[in-house]
Nanobody, 118 residues
Framework: QVQLVESGGGLVQAGGSLRLSCAAS???????MGWFRQAPGKGRELAAA????????YYSPSVKGRFTTSRDNTKNTVDLQMGSLKPEDTGDYYC????????????WGQGTQVTVSS
């Protein structure tokens, strides 16, 4: 079992920045770690993902150049630094982890809300 706890969400004006953090506990073998988001009334989107050693990072086209993800395997944490925020970045942000290589994301956090005002 893995427990994931996100923090750092909140209200920010357009153009501002926020940093989300996710701490994992209960399992030491974490492979891919990702940040998903879901805007009101829309489906869930993978915003960013990072592999185990940080050598491969994915960003969705909608966040590329504005968001940066990083992880600390000694602390089992993954962060999402969000900059140049836009109202369309508003939504619930979830971190997720993969505990089996290539097995997909099998544990999810409870989510943290991000609201970007115009």
């Amino acid at each position: 079992q893995v427990q994931l706890v996100e923090s750092g969400g909140g209200l920010v004006q357009a153009g501002g920045s926020l940093r989300l953090s996710c701490a994992a506990s209960g399992h030491t073998s974490l492979y891919a770690m990702g940040w998903f988001r879901q805007a009101p009334g829309k489906g869930r989107e993978l915003a960013a993902a990072i592999n185990r050693d940080g050598s491969r990072i994915y960003y969705s086209p909608s966040v590329k150049g504005r968001f940066t993800t990083s992880r600390d395997n000694t602390k089992n944490t993954v962060d999402l630094q969000m900059g140049s925020l836009k109202p369309e970045d508003t939504g619930d942000y979830y971190c997720a982890v993969e505990t089996v290589p290539g097995g997909g994301y099998d544990y999810w956090g409870q989510g943290t809300q991000v609201t970007v005002s115009s």
